[in-house]
């Protein structure tokens, strides 16, 4: 079982609608969550980070965790076509090292 | 303030050669990992460091090896370069454990022929 799942995609949304996208972990220790956006030939880029049940909203990003059920998602409202890329979710499990889904690619249709 | 950097950036070597990748982290940082990142398998967590230490390490050969030197800049060494280690080697540093926030580098995309 992998420590990190996440629905790989594609997912399409048009313009202006809210994409889910949700990632489920293994390690019911984990204490830090954190979703990272990937532009096609680029790093990894940290957008939001979360460590309480409940959600956490940061602009048009609110990210949600439920750590009873070992789930978090990320929700990107009014989207844009700037918002296409993959998205990583990211779970540290105690002081271990970050681990991280394969990613999920979302596409926004103008 | 300046982020993660990582040199070289693109490099190309042929089956049995060595490579050397380099990562200095944002100033202040003291924690570096790194990772290796392939379209199949995606983030794979190579080793971390800390004060000079290794603190974690992934499951990867003896091959890959790492240091981190007293500036908190990092190395990561492949020896014996197979097909398969064609890849992105992304650096990634972070203040603080066990809540630090990775902040990645551009990344070296190592290609092996």
């Known amino acids: 079982q992998k420590e990190v799942e996440q629905n790989s995609g594609p997912l399409s949304v048009p313009e202006g609608a809210i994409a889910s996208l949700n990632c489920t972990y293994s390690d019911r220790g984990s204490q830090s969550f954190f979703w990272y956006r990937q532009y096609s030939g680029k790093s990894p880029e940290l957008i939001m980070s979360i460590y309480s049940n409940g959600d956490k909203e940061d602009g048009r990003f609110t990210a949600q965790l439920n750590k009873a059920s070992q789930y978090v998602s990320l929700l990107i409202r009014d989207s844009q076509p700037s918002d296409s890329a993959t998205y990583l979710c990211a779970v540290r499990p105690g002081a271990n090292n970050l681990f991280f889904g394969t990613g999920t690619r979302l596409t926004v249709i103008p | 303030k300046a982020g993660v950097t990582q040199t070289p950036r693109y490099l190309i070597k042929t089956r049995g050669q060595q490579v050397t990748l380099s990562c200095s982290p944002i100033?202040?940082?003291?924690?570096v990992s790194w990772y290796q990142q392939t379209p199949g398998q995606g983030l794979q967590f190579l080793f971390e460091y800390f004060s000079e230490t290794q603190r974690n390490k992934g499951n990867f050969p003896g091959r890959f090896s790492g240091r981190q030197f007293s500036n908190s800049r990092s190395e990561m060494n492949v020896s014996t370069l197979e097909l398969g280690d064609s890849a992105l080697y992304l650096c990634?540093?972070?203040?603080?454990?066990?809540?630090?926030?990775?902040?990645f580098g551009e990344g070296s995309r190592l290609t092996v022929l």
């Open positions: 990634a540093s972070t203040i603080r454990k066990p809540t630090g926030e990775l902040f």
């Open positions: 100033s202040g940082h003291r924690s």
